[in-house]
């Protein structure tokens, strides 16, 4: 059994006119709602063995607080460069190939690629998972390469403004 922990980035900043997209940093709200997150993680005894994130900088600022909120070395992410600009066919393909020793994966991730991957692993009918928002699929697999669409079950979908 796996479990994939699918994250969007917290929310980022316009602020800067003609910034590349790429650079854009977490805003207040972001650098807010990013730890909140993690301390729902947390309190909630995620367990996390792999960090993968778009090393877009609104999503590796986000990568980085939550493993600080998890107590994760957070030299131990894995960024790729594909995931900035990836669809939900190329994330299920990098998933695939994740380090097999790991047993509960975190992708920080883009929408709407990340709401669609959502969709089609677990069948679900999310509509937009929001800044900072967080789904949870359970995996009835061993290894990573044998994740296909459908094959898992949503486990928990939270969000910074979820009324809980």
């Known amino acids: 059994m796996k479990t994939l922990y699918l994250l969007r980035h917290a929310k ?24 909140d997150m993690g301390a729902r993680m947390r309190e909630r005894a995620y367990a996390v063995d792999l ?34 600009i990836a669809g939900s066919a190329k994330l299920l393909q990098l998933i695939s190939g994740f380090d097999e020793s790991a047993h509960g994966a975190l992708l920080v991730a883009h929408n709407p690629a990340l709401t669609d991957l959502a969709n089609e692993l677990a069948r ?34 939270d969000f910074p403004k979820n009324p809980e």
């Open 124 to 157: 679900a009918s999310i509509d937009n998972i929001p800044t900072c928002g967080l789904v949870s699929i359970a995996l009835p697999i061993e290894y990573w390469a044998e994740v296909v669409p459908g094959i898992g079950k949503v486990l928990d979908f």
């Open 12 to 35: 980022s900043s316009w602020a800067i006119p003609g910034q590349k997209d790429y650079d854009r940093p977490l805003n207040e709200r972001g650098l807010r709602d990013a730890p």
């Open 51 to 84: 960090v993968v994130s778009s090393p877009a900088e609104r999503a590796i600022s986000t990568a980085y607080v939550i493993c600080d909120e998890l107590g994760l070395d957070p030299g131990a992410i894995v960024q790729d460069r594909q995931i900035y």
